[in-house]
């Protein structure tokens, strides 16, 4: 009886209690979503080391009225900076760039991230529909200014 009361909180609690997911894009499947329905894009620049980025995804982009806001009116992505995964945007291809043995950037995160000859973690870049960039910020975004930002772009 027991394992069975155990195994039904462990299901219970695996499912969903109907609270809204943010919706991750990749670059190719914006380019193909933006072509029935353009939309500015939202691009989240973090690392996988990034304390500030961590504590962002794991509050800023938890919070509901966010998610709604990201879903409804633009595309998001997360885009490690250190993915060795090529990616096509804009029509060109954009390539993992090794800096030492172990270390390197994507060169689409030095595209979006630099601000002032700088990539700082993490950087949040917005583009237009168009794909100009609009917004650009280094450093963590706490959900109510996140808000504001999105508001003012929209």
Not at 97 to 104: I, L, Q, R, V
Not at 127 to 137: A, M, P, R, S, W
Request: aromatic residues 12%; hydrophobic residues 45%.
């Amino acid at each position: 009886m027991k394992k069975y009361i155990l195994i039904m909180l462990v299901f219970f609690w695996a499912i969903p209690s109907g609270f809204a997911q943010l919706k991750l894009h990749s670059f190719e499947e914006v380019t193909q979503l933006a072509k029935a329905n353009p939309k500015p894009i939202v691009v989240f620049i973090h690392t996988s080391w990034c304390t500030y980025c961590k504590i962002m995804q794991n509050s800023s982009f938890k919070n509901p009225a966010v998610i709604k806001k990201l879903n409804d009116e633009f595309y998001f992505i997360a885009l490690d900076s250190e993915s060795k995964k090529e990616i096509m945007f804009n029509n060109h291809l954009f390539r993992f760039k090794p800096t030492g043995p172990n270390t390197g950037i994507h060169e689409l995160a030095t595209a979006l991230a630099t601000i002032n000859n700088q990539i700082v973690y993490p950087t949040l870049t917005i583009l237009e529909k168009d794909n100009t960039i609009v917004f650009q910020q280094h450093s963590f975004i706490d959900d109510k200014a996140l808000l504001r930002i999105l508001d003012e772009l929209k």
